[in-house]
């Protein structure tokens, strides 16, 4: 499917760690939370901030589906099976990570090339770091973007606002 051809996030697939794939239609009508993960990253614990937002929305409709990237600092050296037990492990995750994905650059991943054309940032659409989060509404739309610095636990008021509770 051509670029231009995504009229919205459900449009799109992604590969879990196992390679199946993650078809984005499944989530119709949630809230998604998308982040540009890295197990050796400074910002890395705000996985476990992110699994808190996941067990305290996930009943309401939020999904929250995390991206592991290798591209800054090589700061996600793991396979996809090391990276998996290590964020269930070290953080508690238990919500949705795909396979390790490019943000930027010519093999960027079709959810992110969407995402960024539609919420561009600073950099003309190129992610900065890790853990780059984008929410998207219930009709599939990204709604807004926010940096690496920004705790998972500051967007909650965006979230209630998406998640109309």
Request: glycine content about 8%.
């Amino acid at each position: 499917m051509t670029m231009s051809a995504v009229r919205s996030i459900y449009d799109l697939s992604v590969e879990s760690p196992s390679g199946e794939l993650i078809h984005f239609e499944q989530f119709k009508d949630k809230v998604i939370l998308v982040v540009n993960t890295a197990t050796e990253c400074g910002f890395t614990p705000q996985l476990k901030q992110l699994q808190d937002l996941h067990e305290k929305y996930e009943h309401a409709g939020l999904v929250i589906i995390g991206f592991p990237c290798n591209q800054f600092g090589s700061q996600e050296p793991r396979s996809n099976d090391e990276m998996i037990d290590y964020c269930e492990l070290k953080h508690g995750v238990t919500f949705l990570l795909t396979s390790k994905v490019d943000v930027n650059g010519p093999h960027t991943d079709p959810v992110f090339k969407y995402i960024r054309k539609e919420l561009p940032g600073f950099l003309g659409g190129r992610i900065k770091w890790n853990f780059t989060k984008f929410l998207i509404t219930r009709s599939g739309k990204p709604f807004k973007r926010y940096g690496s610095t920004t705790k998972p636990a500051t967007i909650d008021s965006d979230i209630l606002e998406l998640l109309e509770i």
